[in-house]
């Protein structure tokens, strides 16, 4: 038998494995290992397929191959630079507005396009809200087709009017898809779709409003190239040319920014199973030291013996690997559903190697955390089977931590991991770790005074606790941080956006409203004070990008992904004001009264712009509005509540620097519910305001952050059953003494009803215990995040007291399933066999 052929010893290595597979450590060990597998499949699919539709829809995001976009329409000679290279051509105007119907007004993102559009994708469109959609065209001259969220809200149906501007079009059809909108991320309006032809007549767009205007661009690769290189050079600042890798950045940054965090929940998932693998195989190992010992006996080499266990593992893994993958594959199903409207509506189906690589995670997970306990098996001396007290060497302890470190390294690459966020998360992890179990070991520590006056039950289950005051820190550990990532989710869904609203003014404004014109200013003024009790100033607002700092172009200045690079890629709404806006403190500077009129025109920046930018006072800043340059000198920083409702800006002119420049005016107003349909009115007298209804954002923001909830809760159960494992797994640990120790009891006298008392008492205080850390972390996390992150007032939350409650349930029960077999054990039987 000393030179058994491989097929022999996986013949008696699956035999064996058959034969024991009732065995609780090789349970919990492929529970596992298929939450780990299960985990890093469902992510990489996620991620996998994502990554496969937006390439596989690059050029659908633009519906060209190519887009010149700005804030106003493209000069003749870029129009004519892309006919001459014989290129396609289609164009698009985008904007807001009200729309309005004899019931009611709504607010919408209208889109008018020319025959030609669009170049790239389908339109789809329906008969009827709600019914099968079709590809075709978009809508004739004199038409207009909307969403059904329009037809909902405004009670319509097909073959109704609306009014856009001046301008009434007749509904024909149910918009259902374009293929060029950055998918629902954003979109808080219902959209409208009409001709370019009509926009003329609504007279919505006037020197000054908002509007984006697109030049869609289609041809070969060559030409393509060409047109780029011959308008790249006269490209105005509020210009950009846009291509298949550029187009959607926001959606694709969002989903990005999701991707990483699904990642590192899946990371968190697969180290509690490798810690709960690590325990099984320990378990796993010393009570196979016998049957090792006689194999050794009946002739097995060590290598022989070693590899003959290593099989048995192999099996059980690739078994749950297996499971692990298919359960995936479901798992990325829900949670494609869980995110439908955040995703491009069709995606591709999806390739192996996800599933592959999540096997893979799994045996290097089970090879990490388990080959040190499994080494012992090959030292076994053939002597420890008439000498039981003889125990293999252990092995070296860098044996034991640079497995686990090559395997969590070999897991960090494969997820494709932000090493330096990463490393942060786990050494803040590790520290928070550290104090809180050694406060959980300080606490153990002191109920030993406590013993000698408790019931029995209570002394029988402290005990065990106490005679394992790591592993039960450890467990608690664990399960405290799960319930606290599960309370922080709940807290920052519900109450966050409650308190923030909340801290509003009991009539803060309600409704904006933007682009009024000059000619309608003091009309639109006199208007609102009939309607709202405490309306705001009107702002005059002109778009600019700021271009040059000190002379030095801008985009050489900021940091990747900071504030002021999202600042500076787009036009801000500038203003002036003689006097300091509420809510706006100077903290640094002077206002204008201080600045001598000579001097170059003086502006206000926030203060967060202003440090993301690098700003101090005297820098010259350089600004493109409508293609001409204004120059102005920083005289002062200004701290900004964005909170408020009220208008606010990023600069604020001295009076006389902008004024000469078209210009139309912005403001925000209170409005009760009852006076809701004097909006009808007041956006038919006039037609060029766009007036915006907070309440119908936030409830779109609400249901928006709600779905992303739900998905990383749905992942976070990962974690909760990887949670669950290393509690098993602990539980594994520590049966046989428990077996033992009950039979012994039970001998003696003691009726199973205090065995299951005393099995009470330890796990409902372990489950507290973890309730009580979770409590503690997610109050001190919520205060941290109340008062500097959202600068909001912190208080008390009471629910959080359930949740020793809830641990002390949870864990009591897992406890108690997962020691039924020391109880359900026959004394006669332990005795005999010990």
Not at 101 to 120: E, F, H, N
Not at 360 to 378: K, N
Not at 796 to 801: A, Q, R
Request: proline share 6%.
């Amino acid at each position: 038998m000393s030179h058994l052929p491989f097929t022999r010893l996986l013949s008696l290595a699956t035999r064996q494995l058959w034969r024991e597979a009732r065995a609780g450590e090789l349970r919990v060990l492929f529970f596992a290992l298929l939450i780990a597998v299960a985990a890093s499949t469902s992510i990489g699919y996620f991620s996998a397929r994502l990554s496969d539709g937006m390439l596989m829809r690059a050029s659908e995001f633009l519906a060209a191959d190519l887009l010149l976009s700005g804030s106003s329409p493209a000069a003749e000679q870029q129009i004519g630079s892309g006919q001459r290279l014989g290129l396609e051509h289609a164009q698009t105007v985008e904007f807001s507005s009200v729309i309005a119907s004899d019931a009611g007004i709504q607010l919408a993102s209208v889109k008018a396009t020319d025959s030609a559009y669009p170049l790239r994708g389908q339109l789809k469109s329906a008969a009827a809200p709600y019914a099968a959609e079709q590809p075709g065209p978009g809508p004739q001259p004199g038409e207009v087709w909307a969403e059904a969220r329009v037809f909902a809200a405004l009670n319509l149906k097909v073959g109704d009017s609306i009014e856009v501007g001046a301008k009434n079009l007749r509904l024909t059809r149910v918009l259902t898809y374009e293929p060029d909108r950055a998918g629902d991320f954003y979109s808080f309006t219902p959209r409208v779709l009409m001709r370019l032809e009509d926009l003329p007549a609504t007279g919505v767009v006037q020197p000054g409003s908002r509007v984006k205007y697109r030049e869609l661009w289609r041809g070969t690769p060559e030409a393509l190239a060409a047109y780029r290189e011959d308008v790249s050079p006269g490209l105005e600042a509020h210009q950009r040319l846009e291509d298949a890798h550029d187009g959607n950045r926001q959606v694709g940054n969002a989903l990005g920014r999701a991707e990483r965090y699904l990642n590192l929940a899946s990371l968190a998932a697969v180290l509690l199973a490798g810690v709960a693998v690590a325990l099984c195989a320990a378990r796993f190992a010393a009570k196979r030291f016998d049957a090792s010992a006689l194999l050794r006996c009946l002739g097995l080499s060590r290598r022989q013996a070693l590899s003959l266990f290593s099989l048995q593992l192999a099996l059980l893994g690739l078994s749950a690997s297996l499971a692990g993958a298919l359960l995936g594959w479901f798992g990325q199903s829900l949670l494609f559903y869980l995110l439908q409207g955040l995703l491009p509506a069709e995606l591709p189906p999806g390739s192996l190697t996800p599933a592959l690589a999540g096997i893979a995670t799994g045996l290097v997970a089970l090879a990490g955390f388990a080959l040190p306990p499994l080494a012992a098996l090959g030292r076994v001396p053939p002597l420890r089977v008439l000498r039981r007290d003889l125990l293999p060497v252990p092995p070296s302890s860098w044996l034991v931590y640079g497995t686990a470190l090559l395997a969590l390294g070999l897991i960090m690459w494969r997820l494709s991991l932000d090493l330096q966020l990463t490393i942060t998360l786990l050494g803040g992890g590790l520290l928070a770790a550290v104090l809180l179990g050694a406060l959980l070991l300080f606490s153990l520590q002191g109920l030993r005074r406590l013993l000698a006056r408790a019931a029995l039950p209570w002394r029988l289950g402290l005990g065990q606790l106490l005679r394992h005051p790591l592993a039960a820190a450890g467990q608690s550990l664990a399960f405290g941080l799960i319930l606290l990532a599960m309370a922080m989710i709940a807290l920052l869904r519900g109450e966050l956006l409650d308190s923030w609203q909340a801290q509003l003014p009991e009539q803060a404004p309600n409704h904006f409203a933007l682009n009024i014109l000059p000619a309608d200013k003091d009309a639109f003024a006199d208007r609102l004070a009939q309607l709202s009790p405490v309306p705001a100033p009107l702002y005059p607002v002109v778009p600019g990008r700021l271009v040059m700092i000190n002379g030095e172009p801008v985009r050489q200045i900021v940091s990747k992904d900071s504030q002021g690079e999202r600042a500076v890629q787009r036009d801000l709404s500038l203003t002036w004001a003689a006097e300091l806006p509420r809510d706006n403190p100077l903290s640094a500077g002077s206002w204008w009264n201080s600045v001598q009129a000579s001097e170059m025109p003086g502006v206000s920046v926030e203060s967060g712009l202003a440090a993301s930018l690098q700003l101090k006072l005297g820098d010259r800043l350089s600004f493109s509005v409508g293609g001409i340059n204004r120059d102005a000198r920083v005289t002062s920083l200004r701290e900004v509540d964005w909170n408020n409702f009220q208008p606010n800006f990023y600069m604020i002119f001295e009076p006389g620097t902008l004024q000469d420049l078209p210009v139309t005016y912005l403001t925000s107003f209170y409005l009760p519910k009852q006076q809701e349909r004097q909006l009808v009115e007041l956006s038919r007298t006039f037609p060029t305001v766009t007036l915006l209804q907070v309440e119908a954002v936030l409830a779109q923001l609400r249901s928006i952050l709600a779905q992303v909830t739900l998905a990383i809760e749905y992942v976070l159960l990962f974690v909760l059953a990887a949670g669950l494992a290393v509690l098993f797994a602990g539980l594994q640990a520590t049966l046989d003494e428990r077996i033992r120790q009950g039979a012994l009891l039970r001998a003696l006298g003691a009726e199973r009803r205090l065995l299951i008392k005393a099995r009470q008492a330890e796990f409902g205080l372990l489950g507290a215990a973890s309730g009580v850390l979770a409590a503690i972390g997610c109050e001190l996390i919520s205060f941290l995040l109340y008062r500097f992150a959202f600068d909001l007032t912190w208080q008390p939350h009471p629910w959080l007291l359930l949740l020793p409650l809830i641990g002390a349930l949870l864990i009591c029960g897992a406890g108690i399933l997962g020691t039924r077999r020391a109880l359900n054990s026959s004394p006669l039987t332990v005795l005999r066999e010990g």
